[in-house]
């Protein structure tokens, strides 16, 4: 596990803890970043023992729980 990793998850986890929203089992943060050149990245990072099909579905469900009140919003609210 990287320095970053590490540090994302201790420091994800406590967020997490600080709002009282249970302890972090698992998690995927996808961040675009800037480098010193101010070119864009995205960096993906999980917390240890994450296999990339558990990232994938992780990252799924995360898409269509946005995707669904997205449309409703852009629908009217008709959806």
């Given amino acids: 596990m990287s320095d970053v990793t590490s540090d994302v998850e201790v420091a994800l986890a ?10 972090l089992a698992r998690a995927v943060v996808v961040a ?3 480098d010193e050149d101010g070119e864009r990245s ?10 990339e099909w558990d990232a994938l579905g992780l990252c799924r469900y995360g898409v269509l729980s946005i995707e ?3 449309a409703a ?4 609210g008709d959806l």
């Fill in 14 to 23: 406590g967020v997490l803890a600080e709002h009282e929203r249970g302890l």
């Fill in 32 to 34: 675009e970043v800037f």
């Fill in 42 to 51: 995205l960096s993906i990072l999980t917390t240890p023992g994450v296999m």
């Fill in 68 to 70: 669904g009140p997205a």
């Fill in 73 to 76: 919003y852009f629908a009217g």
